[in-house]
């Protein structure tokens, strides 16, 4: 049984990570943190929220900064059944040293939107901006590094090979350097797109590389891909 099928999701869901986490999986320093910093396509995560409150300079996106707090946390109690189910579904296609079980993990989401919602209310448009790749309402060079997390090329069967290379260039306009985790797609095997956007980024003489990171959960989800100007 494929992942697809154990993940039986409509779309790109409302699941939130805490700073460790970015932490882990951006393989992030404190001098990474120093300037102003963009995460995309967010979502009910306690990054911006964390790491603000730490002194960093974090502006957060989504489409989903649209909806009022109330709203996102329904979406987070629609799509939760969904998320747990396919945990328990594909255990066989996780790492559970750090986690332990798909019960911590929903602890773990619950606390990540619980410091998001607290942040959301408090900070607003200070902090969180509605937007979506692959187009962003921001300056170029606005940004000094910016951070896309389970989105691009996790999403890879919804968002095809154009939309990854644009979404890219956009990243790049706006900050000096870009980094994504994962580089696998639903179904834990590598994305299919992650070739061509080396190669594509390659021509355009952009330094793209592979780089290890200190975390895996999807088994096989242990790189991130940096791209630099």
Known sequence: ??????????????WGRRLWEYRAFFALEEADLRGAVLDVGSGPSSFAAEASAAGAQVTATDPLYALP???????????RGA?????RQARHRFRWSQYGSPEAIETIRREALALFLADYERAGARHYVEA???????????FRLAL????????????DFAFHIEALHELLRVAGEVRVFPLINL??????????VLAHFAREGMQAELVPVPYEFQRGATKMLRLRR
Do not use: C
Request: no cysteine; aromatic share 8%.
């Open 1 to 14: 049984m494929e992942m697809e099928q154990e993940f039986k999701l409509d779309g790109i869901v409302p």
């Open 69 to 79: 707090g109330e709203t996102i946390a329904q979406r987070f109690e629609e799509t």
């Open 83 to 87: 998320m747990m189910e396919g945990l």
């Open 132 to 142: 979506s790749l692959p187009k962003l309402p921001f300056a170029e060079g606005a």
């Open 148 to 159: 896309s997390s389970h989105l691009l090329f996790l999403y890879g069967d919804d968002l």
């Open 187 to 196: 179904d834990g095997r590598p994305s299919s797109h992650l070739p061509g």
